[in-house]
């Protein structure tokens, strides 16, 4: 690659991590007064954050019906009643002001923030990931170093989902919903454990959850060069989930489902 895939985790960006729960992130910006959250697992923080930056919650995005990314709507939207609610339609709050799919396009802040819906499915059916101005809110669809586990769907769902993360450009935003980098790192170090840029990122992750800093967000550049899930036609990945299968396996998503296996039985 022609650029340095290893530089600094990127803390001075438009989307910014708010931590919920015990290893969530909500995803939060805001313009003037303004404020835009995705995925609010747990109120008390993202009040918090409006009520000191005296911030008016204008639009929440949903990227799917889990609890732990959509408990903290109803308290937020209580404060806020004319916040608008964006959800895939397999979440079918109450609060939902409108339901988007695959393709549709959404603007807030008058036009300043433009998204696109994209299809993101395994984690479940209807998943939804946001793409906009360099960024990719991608909810438990795309981790650091990993991905979501399917509960819904099959290996080609899982397939079709890092397709579409691969098609992004290199610097791209990654923006996901926990904080699993560690973990994942150390699977990903039992796929490749050959791969220097890996075995780099690995320490680098280490000191900031050592300072008690989030590790996103990251870019598809990065994510290209140490996550497994991403690397499914990389011949030293292709080995090792062969290896652990004692099979040979050929159809990518026959590996990405065999990576996917591989690690939930970690």
């Known amino acids: 690659m022609t650029k340095d895939i290893i530089a600094a985790l990127a803390t001075d960006s438009t989307w910014l991590p708010l931590g919920c729960l015990q290893d969530n992130y909500a995803w939060r910006t805001a313009i003037d007064s303004r404020a835009y959250l995705v995925d609010p697992g747990e109120a008390r923080p993202c009040l918090d954050w409006l009520q000191n930056e005296q911030l008016q919650l204008d639009a929440l995005l949903v990227t799917h019906r889990h609890a732990d990314h959509v408990d903290g709507i109803g308290e937020l939207i209580a404060k806020w009643p004319d916040a ?18 695959a393709g549709d396009n959404i603007e807030l802040a008058d036009g300043a923030i433009k998204m696109t819906a994209l299809a993101t499915p395994g984690h479940t059916r209807g998943h939804l990931s946001y793409l ?12 650091v170093a990993g991905c979501g586990r399917l509960f819904e ?17 290199e610097d791209t935003q990654l923006c996901c919903g926990h ?14 454990p050959d791969n220097q840029l890996l075995q780099e990122f690995c320490q680098r992750a280490e000191k900031l959850r050592a300072e008690k800093l989030p590790t996103v967000p990251t870019t598809i550049g990065q ?20 290896h652990q299968a004692g099979r040979q396996l050929s159809e990518p998503a026959d590996i990405v489902l065999g990576l996917r296996r591989w690690k939930d039985s970690l």
């Open 179 to 192: 904080e699993y980098t560690l973990g994942n790192l150390a699977f990903a170090r039992l796929v490749e």
């Open 84 to 101: 608008q609610v964006i959800a895939p339609a397999e979440y079918s709050g109450r609060e939902v002001t409108r339901t988007v799919a």
């Open 132 to 143: 906009g101005a360099g960024f990719v809110l991608a909810g438990d669809a795309l981790f």
């Open 153 to 169: 769907g099959d290996g080609n769902d899982l397939l079709a989902s890092m397709e579409v993360f691969r098609a992004l450009p």
């Open 223 to 242: 994510e290209l060069a140490i996550n497994p899930f991403l690397r499914y036609d990389q011949q030293a990945v292709i080995a090792s989930v062969c």
